[in-house]
Nanobody
Framework: QVRLVESGGGQVQPGGSLRLSCAAS????????MAWYRQAPGKQRDMVAT???????NYVDSVKGRFTISRDNTENTVYLQMNALKPEDTAVYYC????????WGQGTQVSVSS
């Protein structure tokens, strides 16, 4: 069973930056689509960004130009660089490996406030 371990969350002021990481335990990562989702309190879990095995990316409109998803297939790791953070970005962020189903990480809290 593939395990995903996220790190990099925390508290930051509006306009600040954070970089999330998600490391996969198996090499299936290299052929999987990876995604970041987020879930704010009382809301559903929504997709933030996706990246295919060969690096094609997609973003939800609200983060375009501020967030960048990337991956390192030699390290089985996906990243989410988040810049110009806003209070509405506050949520638990989850990484997801999609290959014949979905596998989720445990989530990491991102809090944006002054």
């Amino acid at each position: 069973q593939v395990r995903l371990v996220e790190s990099g969350g925390g508290q930051v002021q509006p306009g600040g930056s954070l970089r999330l990481s998600c490391a996969a335990s198996e090499n299936i990562f290299r052929i999987a689509v990876m995604a970041w989702y987020r879930q704010a309190p009382g809301k559903q879990r929504d997709m933030v960004a996706t990246i295919t095995s060969d690096g094609i990316t997609n973003y939800v409109d609200s983060v375009k130009g501020r967030f960048t998803i990337s991956r390192d297939n030699t390290e089985n790791t996906v990243y989410l660089q988040m810049n110009a953070l806003k209070p509405e970005d506050t949520a638990v962020y989850y990484c997801c490996l999609m290959y014949s189903g979905s596998i989720w990480g445990q989530g990491t809290q991102v809090s944006v406030s002054s």
